[in-house]
């Protein structure tokens, strides 16, 4: 805590020993922004300085943009001071505070009901004696009769509670997976990625030796996301997913269903997964809640084929669970109570219109001299423009500005970028597109 004499000549000093002291705790981000400054009354109690002097320091704060006044609340650290001093602090890209998020993977505030998922989630507390153990391995197995149900309705999958295999991500069911392939399958050692951007997991299998490659259905491991085959929703067709699991199944290879965004298919009827239309046979599927619920509910899962299965539960037991036991109890009740198939309907009316919208904001905003590629589903698009700025010297010039890009491709005179509707709200479409408009033409 502060250290301040009490030398009644220096008096007229001491609100500066203030202001240097929260300046630097501030700047120093040990006071993040947003976070409530202590009152007058209890920082002069701390101090033991009269009001008067700490409140000249906050008046000097808020000033200087440190800190703002809300009425009848207090002061709070502005977010703007995340920016200040930043050529002397590393790249802290994540930390930045953005007016605008184009290229946002996360999901639109008013498509979760958190007063309803708040409910479910302290039924789950309540059960005392279950929550005393750790969870099953494979996941609850009331879990997954739930979502054995659900995914046999939404999906056409055709499978027991026992193939599945329940963890808190994507990445942590291809840990468990990649060794599983190497015993079973020793001879395979490459994998396809459908392009680069997919590094989550090609970075797991990297990590286990295999040779990573793109788009080449000559691996060993053919990875694909038949629902998301490109950043702005392009669907893979019934034909060319036949097509595959024959070329696969003739050379004996093993397929990998990311079924990524399935549930926000806009323009045409759901298409069959793979998994279903091979009868199970050499398919994993791995599903996710990711985008139906919140990013932060941690909740994947993978279907093996029998092979693959055998060699799970013979080590079974040796693998923890990394998923949230009270959230897999959570969700089990919130989808038998048909939440789930509730929430999917909400999102999908949500995200059309919103992704209508936000073509319209890019039309009012560029024109004729933009082009837009559009899938079936998604929430995003993706916008070509004339652009003489190479990637990086635009993406910086966003930044500074408080516009968050992913630039998809670049070349010499056009650029185009990644226009995700999912987290920002319809009235900022227009200003964001002005804004990049005016980065863009400068």
């Given at each position: 805590?502060?250290?301040?004499?009490?030398?009644?000549?220096?008096?007229?000093?001491?609100?500066?020993?203030?202001?240097?002291?929260?300046?630097?705790?501030?700047?120093?981000?040990?006071?993040?922004?947003?976070?409530?400054m202590?009152?007058?009354?209890?920082?002069?109690?701390?101090?033991?300085?009269?009001?008067?002097?700490?409140?000249?320091?906050?008046?000097?704060?808020?000033?200087?943009?440190?800190?703002m006044?809300?009425?009848?609340?207090?002061?709070?650290?502005t977010?703007?001071?995340?920016?200040?001093?930043?050529?002397?602090?590393?790249?802290?890209?994540?930390?930045?505070?953005?007016?605008?998020?184009?290229?946002?993977?996360?999901?639109?505030?008013?498509?979760?009901?958190?007063?309803?998922?708040?409910?479910?989630?302290?039924?789950?507390?309540?059960?005392?004696?279950?929550?005393?153990?750790?969870?099953e391995?494979?996941?609850?197995?009331?879990?997954?009769?739930?979502?054995?149900?659900?995914?046999?309705?939404?999906?056409?999958?055709?499978?027991?509670?026992d193939?599945?295999?329940?963890?808190?991500?994507?990445?942590?069911?291809?840990?468990?997976?990649?060794?599983?392939?190497?015993?079973?399958?020793?001879?395979?050692?490459?994998?396809?990625?459908?392009?680069?951007?997919?590094?989550?997991?090609?970075?797991?299998?990297?990590?286990?030796?295999?040779?990573?490659?793109?788009?080449?259905?000559?691996c060993?491991?053919?990875?694909?996301?038949?629902?998301?085959?490109?950043?702005?929703?392009?669907?893979?067709?019934?034909?060319?997913?036949?097509?595959?699991?024959?070329?696969?199944?003739?050379?004996?290879?093993?397929v990998?269903?990311?079924?990524?965004?399935?549930?926000?298919?806009?323009?045409?009827?759901?298409?069959?997964?793979?998994?279903?239309?091979?009868?199970?046979?050499?398919?994993?599927?791995?599903?996710?809640?990711?985008?139906?619920?919140?990013p932060?509910?941690?909740?994947?899962?993978?279907?093996?084929?029998?092979?693959?299965?055998?060699?799970y539960?013979k080590?079974?037991?040796?693998?923890?669970?990394?998923?949230?036991?009270?959230?897999?109890?959570?969700?089990?009740?919130?989808?038998?109570?048909?939440?789930?198939?509730?929430?999917?309907?909400?999102?999908?009316?949500?995200?059309?219109?919103?992704?209508?919208?936000?073509r319209?904001a890019?039309?009012?905003?560029?024109?004729?001299?933009?082009?837009?590629?559009?899938?079936?589903?998604?929430t995003?698009?993706?916008?070509t423009?004339?652009?003489?700025?190479?990637?990086?010297?635009?993406?910086?010039?966003?930044?500074?500005?408080?516009?968050?890009?992913?630039?998809?491709?670049?070349?010499?005179?056009?650029?185009?970028?990644?226009?995700?509707?999912?987290?920002?709200?319809?009235q900022?479409?227009?200003?964001?597109?002005?804004?990049?408009?005016?980065?863009v033409?400068?």
């Amino acid at each position: 805590m502060l250290d301040i004499a009490k030398d009644q000549n220096r008096t007229t000093h001491l609100y500066m020993e203030v202001y240097e002291y929260y300046k630097k705790l501030i700047l120093d981000r040990k006071m993040a922004p947003g976070s409530k400054m202590p009152s007058l009354r209890k920082c002069s109690q701390e101090l033991k300085l009269s009001r008067t002097t700490i409140e000249t320091a906050y008046l000097q704060l808020a000033a200087d943009g440190y800190i703002m006044a809300k009425a009848q609340s207090g002061y709070y650290v502005t977010e703007i001071t995340s920016h200040h001093h930043m050529s002397s602090q590393p790249d802290r890209r994540d930390e930045i505070h953005y007016r605008y998020d184009l290229a946002s993977s996360g999901v639109d505030r008013e498509s979760f009901r958190f007063d309803l998922w708040s409910r479910y989630m302290k039924s789950a507390l309540r059960q005392d004696e279950r929550m005393l153990t750790y969870g099953e391995p494979q996941g609850e197995a009331d879990f997954r009769e739930a979502l054995a149900a659900y995914i046999r309705e939404r999906r056409n999958i055709l499978c027991s509670p026992d193939d599945i295999v329940v963890g808190a991500s994507f990445q942590s069911l291809l840990q468990i997976l990649c060794p599983l392939i190497r015993e079973v399958y020793p001879n395979f050692e490459q994998v396809s990625f459908p392009t680069p951007s997919f590094v989550h997991g090609s970075t797991v299998f990297a990590d286990y030796g295999y040779e990573i490659h793109y788009r080449n259905k000559d691996c060993d491991v053919v990875y694909v996301s038949p629902a998301h085959m490109t950043k702005w929703g392009e669907i893979m067709p019934v034909k060319r997913r036949l097509e595959l699991l024959k070329y696969a199944d003739e050379r004996h290879h093993l397929v990998i269903e990311d079924d990524f965004e399935n549930e926000f298919v806009y323009f045409q009827k759901p298409t069959p997964s793979l998994f279903g239309l091979s009868g199970g046979q050499g398919v994993v599927y791995i599903g996710s809640f990711s985008r139906l619920l919140l990013p932060s509910i941690r909740i994947s899962f993978m279907i093996l084929p029998p092979e693959l299965l055998a060699a799970y539960r013979k080590k079974a037991s040796f693998y923890n669970q990394t998923a949230s036991k009270a959230e897999q109890i959570a969700l089990c009740q919130f989808i038998r109570d048909g939440h789930l198939a509730a929430q999917t309907r909400r999102l999908k009316r949500l995200y059309a219109s919103k992704l209508k919208q936000l073509r319209s904001a890019i039309r009012q905003v560029f024109g004729s001299v933009c082009q837009i590629q559009a899938g079936s589903a998604g929430t995003s698009l993706a916008l070509t423009l004339p652009c003489e700025k190479n990637g990086e010297e635009l993406k910086k010039q966003a930044r500074v500005k408080g516009l968050r890009l992913q630039i998809l491709k670049e070349t010499e005179s056009e650029v185009t970028v990644l226009m995700s509707c999912s987290s920002m709200a319809v009235q900022d479409f227009v200003p964001a597109c002005e804004l990049l408009k005016s980065i863009v033409t400068a």
